[in-house]
């Protein structure tokens, strides 16, 4: 997949080749200039992610080739190889800033609305769902060719991913009173399974948003098996 080779070498642009605190003069350089210096390599490197991010959910890794996102870009692709290895790196990249969307928008315990660490656990499995229904980018790139790239790890075993996240929701639930006490670690697992098939299964439907629905329907069969006992008022 390294599809850098010689180009690496041989393309690049000259403000990357220059050295960042010393200019050709030997002079070095103001911080005025590193700070402009350091906009244009976050706003080069911005830009590659944005067009990568456009070519990889419309197409999908393997047809991706790098020369389109270049161009898509207004780069070269010794710009491109002086941010990322290869294209995987890239992918990995744009995997992280479009599965860390989802994730920033995942419900807290700072928030009102939700009074337990169920109603959180509930509530944040509905997020992966609606993104893997109505977020093209979060399904072709997190959900179809993470896994294919990436491992089966980029969606489960991260020391911040779905399975340690579910695992302090389980906890929290024992101690309020929600959930029956219960071995937890692989409860934690078979749900992170559950969670991650779902997914799944919406995010290669031919209909996703129907497919949603229908999977929302057995999570909630599912999940009233446990010996979960709301608080009173909780619907």
Request: aromatic residues 6%.
């Amino acid at each position: 997949m390294n599809q850098a080779g010689s180009s690496q070498a041989v393309v690049r642009t000259s403000d990357e080749d220059e050295d960042e605190d010393e200019r050709e003069d030997g002079a070095p350089r103001s911080d005025g200039a590193r700070g402009l210096r350091a906009a244009h390599v976050a706003d080069t490197r911005q830009a590659l992610l944005t067009a990568a991010r456009e070519v990889f959910a419309a197409e999908g890794f393997q047809a991706t080739r790098t020369e389109e996102i270049v161009q898509r870009a207004g780069l070269t692709r010794g710009a491109l190889y002086h941010h990322f290895r290869d294209k995987e790196d890239l992918f990995r990249a744009v995997y992280d800033q479009v599965a860390g969307e989802v994730a920033r928008s995942l419900w807290r315990r700072s928030e009102d609305r939700h009074r337990s660490a169920w109603d959180l656990f509930a509530a944040n499995s509905e997020v992966y769902l609606d993104a893997a229904s109505t977020n093209p980018a979060y399904r072709q790139i997190v959900l179809i060719d993470g896994p294919a790239i990436l491992g089966w790890d980029s969606l489960s075993e991260r020391r911040d991913g779905p399975t340690h996240q579910i695992l302090e929701y389980l906890r929290g639930a024992v101690d309020e009173g929600v959930l029956e006490p219960q071995p937890l670690e692989p409860l934690a697992h078979l749900l992170s399974a559950l969670g991650t098939g779902a997914a799944l299964y919406v995010a290669h439907a031919y209909d996703p948003e129907a497919a949603r629905r229908e999977v929302a329907a057995c999570n909630e069969r599912f999940l009233s098996g446990l010996g979960v006992t709301l608080p009173k008022g909780d619907p």
